[in-house]
């Protein structure tokens, strides 16, 4: 039997899902994790699910998930993403990956088609960070405890449990959310590239083999203060030098210690005092350093290390960083990687084999069970941003894959 995925339906879900949180003045879509718009999307997602016939469940941590039931009691098969979205987002990130494991369940049980293995649906809650990120996935991976729970807040100080409370929830029962690994056999996710690889190559699906660790640094160079014309050039602790020279050794720290999947950003930068006729006493920046490998990223960290510290020593100037966050990177399941290629041959897809630099829900989920990831193309690369955008075409192509990926997994 040939299935394949309504597209019209897909993009009726789209339509209606961006209209909830949009802002009419940018045409951006605010559904950050627990806001009202964002319990108003979960609420719709429920509707759609009973109106394809099935049963919508909200579990602890309040992801959202529906089942479509196997003829065995083997361990099942997860498809989805989130809903929550950064504050101004496009129409797709996350909610493209539910919509198209809504499709897929809504085509099977349409069809009469009944798995070996129950697949189901999950939309998980505050993946992009209104509380840190990952909140509803850590939760089914059990990587939350009490004392997170209590003190997690957003950048307005607001606590995620009262956030939770005020919507009826109790905020222990993320706590329950928690999954027996023993029943996922794998967990499926179909997001947007974020990234421009697909458009530029014009292919319709990525399979992504690995997904990238990161580490996040906040670094302090500090020098001393003086006045611009008196102080000759020589006897300057000119703190912007330092990191004008470190900024400069990224390509060859990358070079000779990363892989050509390294990325190395200083994406903020403050100069103190901060004044035109001033040489810089201090400078705080932000370092976002992201490989596949966690060797190479503890090579790149070393690395880092020793360049800070030769050109303190050089420029006659203290250093201190703080590592802010690691997040170890994660390998697509093999065997799941080699069926979706096969599939994407069989359904004769422009496809690319590819890593992703963005962090996702797999990530988490790569920790307990095997996971798999689709990507379809993101237009000139944009996203986080109203003009986020994928063609109907990639959507449909992505979707199919991941119909016929899901009866795979559930059928062998
Ligand atoms: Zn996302």
Redo the contacts with the bound molecule.
């Keep these: 039997m040939d299935l394949s995925v309504n597209l019209e339906r897909i993009k009726n879900d789209i339509h209606e899902l961006a209209q909830i949180g949009r802002c009419r003045d940018d045409r951006g879509i605010y559904r950050m994790a627990f806001t009202d718009a964002d319990m108003e999307g979960k609420r719709w997602l429920k509707d759609r699910i009973e109106h394809a016939g099935l049963e919508p469940r909200t579990d602890g941590a309040v992801n959202v998930s529906a089942e479509l039931s196997g003829a065995t009691d083997q361990a099942r098969i997860l498809v989805g ?2 809903i929550d979205t950064v504050p101004c987002a496009g129409a797709l ?2 909610t493209l ?1 539910v919509i198209v494991a809504l499709e897929c369940l809504r085509c099977l049980r349409e069809q009469g088609v009944v798995p070996e293995r129950t697949i189901e649906l999950i939309a998980f809650s505050d ?2 960070g209104r509380f840190g990120g990952m909140f509803g996935s850590q939760a089914v991976c059990g990587q939350l405890n009490p004392d997170v729970l209590a003190t997690l807040s957003d950048l307005d100080g607001v606590l995620l449990g009262d956030e939770l409370r005020r919507h009826g929830f109790d905020p222990l029962g993320a706590l329950d959310a928690a999954r027996d690994p023993e029943t996922i056999a794998s967990y499926l996710e179909l ?2 590239e ?1 990234g421009p690889v697909l458009d530029r190559g014009q292919k319709s699906v990525g399979i992504v083999d690995e997904i990238t660790g990161l580490f996040t640094w906040s670094v302090n160079l500090k020098g001393e203060a003086n006045h611009a014309g008196t102080t000759p050039m020589e006897m300057r602790h000119d703190a912007f030098m330092g990191l004008a020279d470190f900024a400069s050794a990224i390509p060859r720290i990358l070079d000779e210690n990363g892989s050509a999947r390294s990325r190395a950003t200083i994406g903020k930068a403050q100069i103190l005092p901060g004044a035109a006729n001033t040489v810089p006493g201090i400078v705080e920046f932000s370092l976002d350093v992201r490989d596949t490998s966690p060797e190479t990223l503890a090579d790149l960290g070393n690395a880092f290390r020793k360049a800070l510290s030769a050109i303190a020593r050089r420029r006659n100037l203290m250093f201190e960083f703080q590592q802010k966050s690691y997040l170890p990177p994660v390998a697509a399941d093999p065997a799941i990687v080699k069926r979706l290629l096969r599939q994407a041959e069989r359904l004769e897809l422009t496809h690319l084999q590819m890593h992703s630099g ?1 962090a ?2 797999a990530q988490i989920m790569g920790s307990m069970v095997p996971v798999g990831m689709i990507f379809v193309p993101s237009k000139n690369g944009q ?1 986080h941003s109203p003009a986020e955008w994928t063609s109907w075409t990639d959507i449909e192509a992505g979707a199919n894959l991941m119909l016929h990926s899901l009866m795979d997994l559930a059928n062998g």
Aim: aromatic share 0%; charged share 30%; hydrophobic share 15%.
């Design positions: 993403s989130h990130d996350g990956g993946e992009e997001h947007i974020q963005a996702h829900d996203s």
